[in-house]
C-alpha cells in the first residue's frame, strides 16, 4: 500500500507542476481537456477554476482512466464497429470518407497526425459522438458540490448542498 501511496503522490505532484506551469500560458491554442478545465468560469462570479480546482478536475481525468485506459479505448472501438456493423450503409459511408479524405500512409509513416482530422473526417467523427453517447464505456462521473442557495445548471434549478455530475465523455463534447 505504500508504495501505491508513494506513486499517487508523485502523479499528484507531476499533475501539479504541469498545471501550474500551463497556467502560467494559458493562451496556447490548444484544444484539450486541462484547456477546457481552465477556461471553465463560476456561472455567478465568472471567475475561472482556482489551482486547487483545476488540479482536482485534471487528476480525476489522469487517474481515473490510467488503470483502464486501454480497456476503454479497446471497448470503445468495439462499440463503434458493432454499431456500423449492424448498419451497413454507415460502415460503407465511414470507410469511404476515409478513403476519400486521407491519403495513403507513407512506408515511413506510423500513422496520421492528430490535427485537423475532425475537420476532415465528418462523418466518422459524427460516428464517433454517437458511440460514446449511445455506449459510453467510461461511466466514472465527476462530482460537483451545488452551493447552498443552489445553483442554476442549462436551465434547471437544482437544491443547494446536493451533489450533481456528469460523464467526462458529456464534459469533452461540450468543449
Known amino acids: 500500500m505504500k508504495i501505491f501511496l ?20 494559458p493562451k496556447t491554442g ?6 477546457c478545465i481552465m477556461s471553465a468560469t ?6 475561472p477554476p482556482t489551482v486547487p480546482q483545476t488540479l482536482v478536475d485534471a487528476f480525476t481525468l489522469l487517474v481515473g482512466g490510467t488503470h483502464t485506459v486501454s480497456k476503454v479505448t479497446g471497448n470503445t472501438l468495439h462499440c ?13 459511408r465511414f470507410v469511404a470518407e476515409v478513403d476519400e479524405r486521407l491519403p495513403p500512409l507513407k512506408p515511413d ?3 496520421y497526425g492528430i490535427t485537423g482530422l475532425e475537420e476532415k473526417l465528418d462523418f466518422v467523427n459524427a460516428c464517433i459522438k454517437e458511440n460514446f ?11 460537483r458540490s ?14 443547494g448542498d446536493v451533489c450533481s455530475s456528469a460523464r467526462p465523455s458529456c464534459l469533452m463534447s461540450a468543449c
Open 133 to 143: 453517447r449511445k455506449d459510453a464505456v467510461a461511466t466514472f462521473n465527476m462530482p
Open 6 to 25: 508513494k506513486g499517487r503522490d508523485q502523479l499528484m505532484q507531476l499533475a501539479l507542476k504541469n498545471i501550474k506551469a500551463r497556467v502560467m500560458r
Open 30 to 35: 490548444r484544444k484539450d481537456m486541462l484547456g
Open 109 to 111: 509513416q506510423g500513422a
Open 42 to 47: 463560476e456561472e455567478k462570479t465568472g471567475e
Open 80 to 92: 463503434l464497429f458493432a454499431n456500423l456493423a449492424r448498419s451497413p450503409g454507415s460502415l460503407e
Open 146 to 159: 451545488v452551493p447552498p442557495e443552489g445553483a442554476m445548471i442549462d436551465g434547471h434549478f437544482v437544491p
